[in-house]
């Protein structure tokens, strides 16, 4: 039986190809991959965190570079359709690198109003420009507002209400926290 099924359609793909052939270029297909108007993503504003912090622990030189680890104490989140609050216990792993950068990589979870609780990957990398670098090596004041500071976080949600955070790529921003605490704030981008 299923010889004779494949034997009766022998002639499709000939067939589909000559129609590929005839048609595009009446739909003006005919440009190429490389030629093709592709259409420029965007960023729209999923997240604003702010995550309060304890004072860095310091794990002293490794084979990477300067290693420490920041704890994620509380804090809380908002978004279009989500909110809550940043649950005790994450923690935030950096290392200085030789080149100067500082790599981040933060672990933490979020629960929203409703009860939901959120992973939270979020890695980051801190470039300051050879002149501020070369400030810090002489023990100079080095302003931190030039440093190239961007997150890419990863969301795992339970499938449901919030499970769009586990289908978009999401960039971030970090900045210093508001108030009395030590706390950052964090504005996450998804890509459009």
């Not at 009446?26 to 592709?38: H, M």
């Not at 909110?83 to 216990?89: E, F, L, Q």
């Amino acid at each position: 039986m299923k010889y004779q099924s494949t034997c009766r359609r022998w002639w499709l793909q000939p067939v589909a190809m000559m129609l590929l052939v005839i048609v595009n270029p009446l739909f003006g297909a005919e440009e190429s991959p490389q030629t093709a108007p592709v259409p420029q993503p965007g960023l729209e504003l999923a997240l604003t965190v702010v995550a309060e912090i304890d004072a860095p622990i310091s794990m002293g030189r490794t084979p990477y570079g300067e290693r420490r680890v920041i704890t994620i104490t509380g804090g809380h989140f908002e978004g279009q359709g989500i909110r809550g609050t940043i649950m005790p216990g994450g923690e935030d792993w950096q290392v200085d690198r030789p080149d100067g950068v500082t790599v981040f990589d933060a672990r933490y979870w979020l629960k929203t109003d409703d009860g939901v609780i959120i992973k939270v990957v979020n890695r980051c990398i801190a470039a300051l420009p050879a002149e501020e670098l070369q400030k810090a090596a002489r023990g100079e004041t080095v302003d931190h507002s030039k440093a190239y500071l961007r997150t890419n976080p990863e969301f795992e949600a339970p499938i449901g209400r919030y499970d769009w955070l586990n289908k978009a790529i999401f960039i971030g921003t970090l900045t210093g926290g508001p108030g009395p605490r030590p706390s950052v704030v964090l504005r996450f981008y998804k890509v459009i």
